[in-house]
């Protein structure tokens, strides 16, 4: 069974500081990985994902995450974050192939401040 | 794209009511997954429905069940409520389930 670690519960931040989240997987198989963005009181939106191909994936906000395989991470970053960033993170998993359920984190409240 | 659409928003039983959340999936999706959100935790798997059909579930008990519809909306029905089962619960569709899904807003359970 896939499993996925979200070490950090909370992290603050000052508007325009980087900031990384991190998160590590668990899996004997190949699996695709994702980052969900839940603003509160909404439902999750998709912010990226990663398939195939190459392990730097990017999101039209700004953000990016890299898969590593060998460290079992996928840790989401930005260079530069908002105000408007502030909301909960969670990775998560899937196993390749067809109708397979996502496995989450526990989340990563971002608190921007100024 | 209509995208995910789920009723009601938000939802007040008794312990021991029966409840019946709906989820229309969004335009050419097959495949419709629920999850049950718990205050402050990540999102956890209840059962996934794949052509009408169910294929896979998590580690709820029988009392929540599914269905999927030929037009591939979806239902959850609670039986029995109970306490802990108040929570925010996600309806998710996707082509195939490759690349990821599309999440509803969510109806909001409070059981009291």
């Known amino acids: 069974a896939q499993s996925v670690t979200q070490l950090d519960s909370q992290v603050p931040v000052f508007e325009e500081a980087p900031v990384e989240l991190r998160c590590n997987y668990s899996s004997s198989v190949s699996v695709y990985l994702f980052w969900y963005v839940q603003y509160p009181n909404q439902g999750l939106q998709l912010l990226l994902k990663?398939?195939?191909?190459?392990?730097l994936v990017e999101s039209i906000n700004g953000f990016e995450a890299e898969f590593n395989k060998s460290q079992t991470s996928f840790h989401l970053r930005k260079p530069s974050v908002h105000i408007s960033d502030t909301a909960e993170y969670f990775c998560a998993v899937s196993l390749t192939g067809t109708a397979s359920k996502l496995t989450f984190g526990t989340g990563t409240r971002l608190q921007v401040t100024l | 794209e209509t995208g995910v659409t789920q009723s009601p928003t938000h939802l007040i039983k008794t312990r021991g009511q029966q409840v019946t959340l709906r989820c229309s999936s969004q335009?050419?999706?097959?495949?419709v997954s629920w999850y049950q959100q718990a205050l402050g935790q990540g999102p956890q798997f209840i059962f996934q429905?794949?052509?009408?059909?169910?294929?896979g579930r998590g580690n709820f008990p029988p009392r929540f069940s599914g269905l999927q519809f030929p037009n591939y909306s979806s239902e959850l029905n609670v039986n029995a409520l109970e306490l802990d089962d108040s929570a925010l619960y996600l309806c998710?569709?996707?082509?195939?389930?490759?690349?990821?899904?599309?999440f509803g807003s969510g109806t909001r359970l409070t059981v009291v």
């Open positions: 429905y794949y052509r009408e059909e169910e294929n």
């Open positions: 990663y398939l195939s191909g190459s392990t």
């Open positions: 335009s050419g999706h097959n495949t």
């Open positions: 998710a569709s996707s082509y195939t389930g490759v690349g990821g899904y599309t």
